[in-house]
């Protein structure tokens, strides 16, 4: 190879790999906590309507009270919740539906003037593991790797889809839900734990069975929107075959959902810890900027159907340390991840926070900031 070859390839290397670097941060993941988020400047919300999203596993896995953590939410002056009907907890038994849990929670929200995105699953709900198919729906473990399409797993859909007529049924005289949102991440892989992935004609006849039970509420689709230049390759390169769950919701959904994590921890390195912290390079803004403008051109809503607003690190479990807080998130990197969202379109139709469970179990330690980060927000557009 010529020395003008090899220097033009020393230079495109570089040309991709800088902005995958320039979005690359080391640090310490227990940062001293700040007062900014009591002065930073709070986006005007608009015609946008704010919210948050109730993780009914996640407020287990943190020990809280359920029911009193979802009370003290609902006390807060937005108007829009997020609730998941998690299949394995409705059906313990397989023909058994035991609703109860879910109607008190949804008694809460009326009662509290809210109104309220449904999702229905029904294989997956958001909250980790994300995965709530009852054990007596599962033939056999679904194998990694496969597209699960609708006649080839015909045992998996067809309780799928009654399970979803029935919740949808029960649940549609209900005035405060305005909107079902038919699976989480739909045609996505289940995270980095599994390789299986919904195929698009699975997901079609969920939502084809949603709205023979209601003809008259919108349909939810969500999707992670790539941050950086390195998630949106690995997004792209595991969903090539079919696309991603943002190209189908563009496609099939009343509403587009997107999932917004500026930062996330990518490994640890003894004291230090690596982070993706993406969001602001002109790729992500073309990005962004087209399929907004695709999602207008065919007559979509769009909202934020998560706005990282708790820690992402490198375990599953939030780190709640008493003496400072989480690099992926603070009570600041939360207002500014809000802020961002809220700049990128006068149309956004709606923003809910992700994480309020762990603003309570911070709460409890002692560290009231993400709360009162969220409160601000809420004064701000009166």
């Known amino acids: 190879?010529?020395?003008?070859?090899?220097?033009?390839?020393?230079?495109?290397?570089?040309?991709?790999?800088?902005?995958?670097?320039?979005?690359?941060?080391?640090?310490?993941?227990?940062?001293?906590?700040?007062?900014?988020?009591?002065?930073?400047?709070?986006?005007?919300?608009?015609?946008?309507?704010?919210g948050l999203s109730f993780r009914l596993p996640q407020a287990d896995a943190l020990g809280l009270d359920a029911a009193a953590a979802l009370e003290r939410l609902l006390a807060y002056p937005f108007p829009l919740l997020r609730l998941g009907a998690y299949w394995n907890r409705l059906e313990p038994a397989r023909g058994r539906l035991v609703p109860d849990e879910l109607d008190r929670h949804l008694d809460a929200a009326e009662r509290a003037g809210k109104q309220v995105f449904l999702a229905v699953g029904?294989?997956?709900?958001?909250?980790?593991?994300?995965?709530?198919?009852?054990?007596?729906?599962?033939?056999?473990?679904?194998?990694?790797?496969?597209?699960?399409?609708?006649?080839?797993?015909?045992?998996?859909?067809?309780?799928?889809?009654?399970?979803?007529?029935?919740?949808?049924?029960?649940?549609?005289?209900?005035?405060?839900?305005?909107g079902w949102q038919v699976e989480h991440e739909s045609v996505d892989p289940l995270g980095l734990e599994h390789s299986w992935r919904l195929a698009a004609d699975f997901v079609q006849s969920e939502i084809?069975?949603?709205?023979?039970?209601?003809?008259?509420?919108?349909?939810?689709?969500?999707?992670?929107l790539p941050m950086s230049i390195p998630v949106a390759a690995q997004?792209?390169?595991?969903?090539?075959?079919?696309?991603?769950?943002?190209?189908?919701?563009?496609?099939?959904?009343?509403?587009?959902?997107?999932?917004?994590?500026?930062?996330?921890?990518?490994?640890?390195?003894?004291?230090?810890?690596?982070?993706?912290?993406?969001?602001?390079?002109?790729?992500?803004?073309?990005?962004?900027?087209?399929?907004?403008?695709?999602?207008?051109?065919?007559?979509?809503?769009?909202?934020?159907s998560e706005g990282q607003a708790e820690p992402w690190e490198t375990v599953v479990k939030p780190p709640d340390p008493?003496?400072?807080v989480m690099y992926s998130c603070s009570p600041e990197q939360m207002l500014h991840t809000y802020n961002t969202c809220l700049r990128w379109t006068p149309d956004l139709d709606a923003y809910l926070f992700w994480g309020a469970e762990y603003w309570l179990l911070r709460d409890q330690g002692g560290d009231p900031s993400y709360l009162r980060a969220f409160a601000r927000v809420l004064e701000a557009q009166t």
């Open 208 to 224: 084809a069975a949603v709205k023979r039970a209601d003809p008259d509420r919108p349909i939810l689709l969500n999707g992670f």
């Open 1 to 50: 190879m010529s020395r003008g070859r090899i220097a033009a390839a020393t230079l495109g290397a570089a040309a991709l790999t800088l902005p995958v670097v320039s979005e690359l941060r080391v640090a310490r993941p227990v940062q001293p906590p700040t007062q900014d988020w009591q002065t930073l400047p709070i986006q005007p919300a608009g015609r946008t309507r704010l």
């Open 322 to 324: 008493r003496a400072g």
């Open 122 to 178: 029904a294989v997956k709900t958001f909250g980790y593991p994300e995965f709530f198919v009852p054990a007596h729906h599962l033939r056999r473990p679904i194998r990694e790797g496969v597209l699960v399409h609708a006649d080839d797993h015909a045992w998996l859909l067809e309780p799928a889809i009654e399970h979803l007529t029935r919740l949808v049924a029960r649940y549609r005289q209900r005035a405060c839900i305005v």
């Open 235 to 304: 997004q792209w390169w595991r969903t090539r075959d079919q696309g991603d769950s943002l190209a189908f919701a563009l496609d099939h959904a009343d509403i587009v959902g997107l999932d917004v994590y500026p930062r996330h921890g990518l490994v640890s390195l003894g004291p230090l810890t690596v982070y993706l912290d993406g969001g602001q390079r002109p790729f992500e803004r073309r990005l962004r900027a087209r399929l907004l403008a695709r999602a207008r051109a065919r007559g979509r809503k769009v909202m934020v």
